[in-house]
């Protein structure tokens, strides 16, 4: 049974109920990640512990921008910025909310951090997770201890995404966020999709996208959360189209989040 941690369903209005006891968040194409009711669903999952980044190292993120009103020898000023990225609980949240059936089966080719898995558990889902840093893993494992209290434990699997996603069990629902090329380092591991040229890694994407498609059940979701990204030379990469052509090409269109 999913548990309710924040906001209480409207029950005598049922479907009557508003928008927001319905869908948690209002169900738009655009999703304002800064409003008030965002911001408190955050913070709420926040105080229960979440930490996300533990298992990765700190400014993992290298990005590239060009400053528009800026120029340095005549041309624009570029700005490179730093950090290591976290995945939103709210929207992790929402997505098994309003695309998976209660009580159903997750599978996440590229778990990375502890958000999803534990999210999943305190609403009651299973989850199947594969990431290739040992050291994640454990701290995965160390935090579904340290928050979650009887929920069932989420599964992360130690291994290669691109061979390990033929174990995933039937899913009623696929969500990820892969890593975007190299814009993350995450080990040295020559197998790990972040230390691949552009054309490896998409070759490795590929291979995944297709074992979600064999795991899927009919009439079932996937969502990989995504952006484009731009390179160290300040080019975007394509990343987006690219992912998109890998899902079509499988006959699986599934759900594309553009989340900024």
Same mark, same amino acid.
């Given at each position: 049974?999913?548990?309710?941690?924040?906001?209480?369903?409207?029950?005598?209005?049922?479907?009557? %109920?508003?928008?927001?006891? =319905?869908?948690?968040?209002?169900?738009?194409?655009?999703?304002? &990640?800064?409003?008030?009711?965002? =911001?408190? =669903?955050?913070?709420?999952?926040?105080?229960?512990?979440? $930490?996300?980044?533990?298992? =990765?190292?700190?400014?993992?993120?290298?990005?590239?921008?060009?400053?528009? /009103?800026? &120029?340095?020898?005549?041309?624009?000023?570029?700005? @490179?910025?730093?950090?290591?990225?976290? !995945?939103?609980?709210?929207?992790?949240?929402?997505? /098994? &909310?309003?695309?998976?059936?209660?009580? %159903?089966?997750?599978?996440?080719? !590229? *778990?990375?951090?502890?958000?999803?898995?534990?999210?999943?558990?305190?609403?009651?889902?299973?989850?199947?997770? @594969?990431?290739?840093?040992?050291?994640?893993?454990?701290?995965?494992?160390?935090? /579904?201890?340290?928050? *979650?209290?009887?929920?069932?434990?989420?599964?992360?699997?130690?291994?290669?995404?691109?061979? $390990?996603?033929?174990?995933?069990?039937?899913?009623?629902?696929?969500?990820? *966020?892969?890593?975007?090329?190299?814009?993350?380092? #995450?080990?040295?591991?020559?197998?790990?999709?972040?230390?691949?040229? /552009?054309?490896? !890694?998409?070759?490795?994407?590929? $291979?995944?996208?297709?074992?979600?498609?064999?795991?899927?059940?009919?009439?079932?979701?996937?969502?990989?959360?995504?952006?484009?990204?731009?390179?160290?030379?300040?080019?975007?990469?394509?990343?987006?189209?690219? &992912?998109?052509?890998?899902?079509?090409?499988?006959?699986?269109?599934?759900?594309?989040?553009? #989340?900024?």
């Amino acid at each position: 049974m999913k548990q309710k941690l924040f906001f209480e369903v409207d029950e005598k209005n049922g479907k009557q %109920g508003s928008i927001r006891n =319905r869908f948690l968040i209002s169900p738009f194409s655009i999703l304002d &990640t800064k409003s008030g009711d965002w =911001r408190k =669903r955050r913070n709420n999952w926040k105080d229960l512990g979440l $930490k996300s980044d533990e298992g =990765r190292g700190e400014e993992l993120v290298f990005s590239v921008s060009f400053d528009k /009103y800026g &120029t340095t020898k005549g041309k624009p000023r570029k700005q @490179i910025t730093q950090g290591t990225s976290v !995945f939103d609980p709210v929207l992790c949240e929402l997505m /098994y &909310t309003w695309f998976c059936p209660a009580g %159903g089966q997750v599978v996440d080719p !590229f *778990c990375g951090g502890s958000v999803r898995g534990i999210v999943a558990a305190m609403l009651g889902y299973s989850y199947w997770g @594969i990431d290739i840093r040992e050291e994640q893993v454990t701290a995965n494992r160390k935090q /579904y201890a340290e928050i *979650c209290d009887g929920q069932k434990e989420p599964e992360w699997i130690l291994g290669d995404s691109t061979v $390990k996603i033929k174990d995933a069990p039937r899913a009623d629902f696929v969500l990820s *966020c892969p890593p975007y090329g190299d814009l993350e380092k #995450y080990s040295d591991n020559p197998k790990d999709l972040s230390n691949m040229s /552009y054309e490896n !890694f998409m070759a490795g994407m590929k $291979k995944v996208i297709q074992g979600c498609y064999d795991c899927l059940k009919r009439n079932s979701f996937a969502c990989f959360v995504i952006s484009d990204y731009r390179d160290k030379s300040g080019n975007y990469s394509g990343f987006m189209p690219d &992912t998109i052509n890998a899902f079509k090409a499988e006959g699986l269109p599934g759900i594309m989040i553009l #989340y900024l």
